[in-house]
């Protein structure tokens, strides 16, 4: 869920948006936001929780297979970014990143979404990653 939501302006940043404000939720399974946030959850939550989803197409490149997904959440490093292709929106990457908070506390998370067109992976990873890891320790007062 959307606590807050900053929108872009570049050319095609609308059309990825798809108009979603604070208090709209997506699928976590196919957004960079939502498997940073997954992967934080204990082995006993994850696999409790991926037991009871279901996993459908959003995107074209969504994940919709389990066992697929247990594997990329089990890949993701706690102070590591997590980055999403065509998961939710066609058109669509963004990267996302955990912000560090103590563990008796709710796991909160930050993300950039850019078009398609405006950013490689390779790009978005090494320009933008640095920044919402920044982003992430500035939140968290680190």
């Known amino acids: ?3 807050h ?3 872009g302006h570049q050319l095609g940043q609308y059309a990825i948006d798809r108009d979603l404000g604070v208090g709209a939720n997506v699928p976590a399974h196919c957004t960079a936001l939502g498997k940073v946030l ?3 959850l204990s082995n006993a939550e994850r696999s409790e929780l991926l037991a009871s ?3 459908t197409r959003h995107g074209p490149s ?3 297979r389990k066992k697929e997904l247990a594997a990329v ?3 993701i490093s706690a102070r590591g ?3 999403s292709d065509e998961e939710l929106v ?3 990457r963004s990267i996302a990143v955990l912000v560090p908070r103590p563990r008796s506390e709710h796991s909160l998370a930050i993300d950039v979404t850019v078009p398609f067109a405006a950013y490689t992976v390779n790009r978005l990873v090494k320009e933008i990653g640095p920044r919402v890891k920044r982003a992430a320790r500035l939140i968290s007062g680190e």
């Open 38 to 40: 997954l992967a934080s």
């Open 5 to 7: 939501r900053l929108l």
């Open 81 to 83: 970014v997590v980055v």
């Open 90 to 92: 066609a058109g669509s």
């Open 53 to 55: 989803i279901e996993l």
């Open 62 to 64: 969504s994940i919709t």
């Open 1 to 3: 869920i959307y606590i």
């Open 73 to 75: 959440l089990d890949r």
